[in-house]
C-alpha cells in the first residue's frame, strides 16, 4: 500500500510532542530487532526472482529457537516460492483471538535506479535504506520480535494471539489472506486482526502529529474502454475515428463526480482531521463531519485531490492504446480506466454509471477480471468498513498514553488497498495500526532509496511490544 495520510500539505501549528523513546528500549532487544529487520530485507521477496519461503523460514527458525512449538508455527502456501508464516501463541481463552498480519513480499527494485543496494540492509545517515523498509518488513520485524519478547518473558495472554506473515499482497497469483481464509480459516479466524500495513504514525517536520487507524479501504477495479472501426486509409479520413471517440468518451470520465458518500469511518476522520488545522480548511472539514455534510464545504473539499477520493468513488484513465500503423485510420482504440470504488457501493453500479456518462452506444465499458490464487477469475466485491470496536481504540488510546501522550487517534479510509479487504470481506473487522511513525514528506514506499529513520522502527519496537500486550490484557 501507499504510505502516508494526505495530511502533508495542509497541516499547520502542531504541537511538538515527546521526543524518541529509544534510550527507555532495552539494547538488546534493538540489536535482535535489527537483525531480524535485516534478515527481512536481505531476503529478496519480489515476485519476480524472491522467495517469500526463504522469508518465513528464516521467521519460523527463531520463533522455535523461542520456545514456540513446532505444531504452533507453520509454514504452507500453494507454491514453492510463496509460502505464508502462521504461529500461534496460546493465551488463556478468556476472550477470543486476535490476529496480526504483515505481507513478506515486496515491488520490484532495480540496482540502477538506486543509489545504494536495494536489497542490501544500510544504515546511513539516521536511516536504514533497503526495499521494503517502508512496505512493510518493519512491520514484520515489529511482529516477530514481539512474539518473541513476549514469549521469553512466559507473558499469558487472556487470549491466543496469531501472527501471519504472507505473501503477495504487492502482487503475483498466490495471495497469502485469500488462500488461508479459503483453505486454513480455523488457522487464522479472530475476533478482529490488527494490520500493521496501515493507518500510518504521521510525523511532520519532525513533530508527531496523530496515529492513524485504518477501518476501511476503497475497492479496487479496472475497466477497459474500447471502440472499433472499419479503418482505412490515412489519406482519406472521415467521420469516424475509434482514437477520437475514445478520447471524447474519457474527457467526459475526466469531468464527472460521483455522487458524495460519507460513512462511519471518514465522518470521524474529517471531524479529527479538523482539530488539526484552522481557517476555512478546518470549517469545511467539520463541516463534511456534520449530518447532513455542509454542501459548501463538500464542494470546496472535492477540489483537493486526496479529500476529493475520500468524498467519492473515483475513476481515472490509466492506459491507453490504439492504432495499427502510422499511416491507417485506426480500427481499435483501448483505455484502462481504474476506479476505487467506496465501500458499500455496487461496482457493477459504477460500471452502469460509466456507461450513461459516456452516452456512445459504439463504446464498450468491460470489467477487467481478477484472478484469485487458484487462478479463477473472480467477481468484484464491495469491502464493508470495519466498526470501531472500543477496545481497540481504548488499547491503542492507552498504549500511546504511556509514550507520546496527547497525539490523538484518527480513524481512516484508505483510498488504495490492503489485504483487510480479504478478512473485512470474510467477517474479521480489521484494523491497519503501523505502531510507528513515518514521515508525511519523505515517502518512498515502492519507489527508489526506500527507507525509515532508526529510531522511529526503534519506537516503533517498543510501541508494538506494549500494544500487542495491552490488547492482550483484560482491563
Known sequence: MTRGLGLAAILCGAAALPGSLVAQSDPAVNTEARAIFQQ???????????????????????????GFSAKDVSVAGPNDRKKNLVVRYHGSGQRNPIL?????????????????DPFQFIEKDGYFYGRGTQDMKEGDAILVESFLRLKREGFVPDRDLILALTADEEGGD????????????????????????????????????????????????????????????SSVPGAENAIYELAVALLKVQSFSFPVEINEITRNYFAHAATLTNGQLAADLRGAAKEPADPDSIKRLSNNPYYNSL???????????????????????????????????????????????????????????QKTV?????????????????????????????????????????????????????????????????????????GKDERVAVEDFYDGVEFGYRFLKTLSTAK
Open 40 to 66: 527481512l530485507i536481505e531476503t529478496n521477496t519480489s515476485d519476480s526472482v524472491g522467495s517469500v519461503t526463504e522469508a518465513s523460514e528464516a521467521m519460523a527458525k527463531r520463533l522455535l529457537a523461542a
Open 100 to 116: 496480526f498480519i504483515g505481507h513478506l513480499d515486496v515491488v520490484e527494485a532495480r540496482r540502477e535506479d538506486w543509489s545504494v
Open 174 to 233: 498466490f495471495n497469502g489472506i485469500d488462500w488461508l481464509i479459503k483453505e486454513h480459516r480455523d488457522w487464522i479466524d479472530a475476533e478482529f486482526c490488527i494490520n500493521l500495513d496501515g493507518g500510518e504514525f504521521e510525523k511532520l517536520k519532525g513533530k508527531r502529529v496523530l496515529a492513524g487507524m485504518q477501518a476501511s479501504e476503497k475497492v479496487y477495479a479496472d475497466f477497459r474502454f474500447e471502440t472499433r472501426n472499419p479503418g482505412g486509409h
Open 311 to 369: 468524498l467519492h468513488t473515483t475513476c481515472v484513465a490509466t492506459m491507453l492504446s490504439g492504432g495499427h500503423a502510422p499511416n491507417a485510420l485506426p480500427q481499435m482504440a483501448r483505455a484502462n480506466v481504474n476506479c476505487r470504488i467506496f465501500p458499500g457501493e455496487d461496482p457493477e453500479n459504477v460500471r452502469k454509471s460509466l456507461e450513461r456518462v459516456v452516452a456512445d452506444g459504439k463504446l464498450s465499458i468491460t470489467v477487467v477480471p
Open 374 to 446: 487458484d487462478g479463477k477469475i473472480v467477481p468484484i466485491v464491495t469491502v464493508p468498513p470495519s466498526p470501531l470496536l472500543p477496545e481497540v481504540t481504548s488499547a491503542l488510546d492507552r498504549t500511546l498514553a504511556t509514550m507520546w501522550p496527547g497525539v490523538p487517534i484518527v480513524p481512516t479510509m484508505s483510498t488504495g488497498a490492503t489485504d483487510g479487504k480479504y478478512l473485512r470481506i470474510a467477517g474479521i473487522p480489521t484494523y491497519g495500526i503501523a505502531c510507528m511513525f513515518f514521515d508525511m514528506e519523505d515517502h518512498r514506499s515502492h
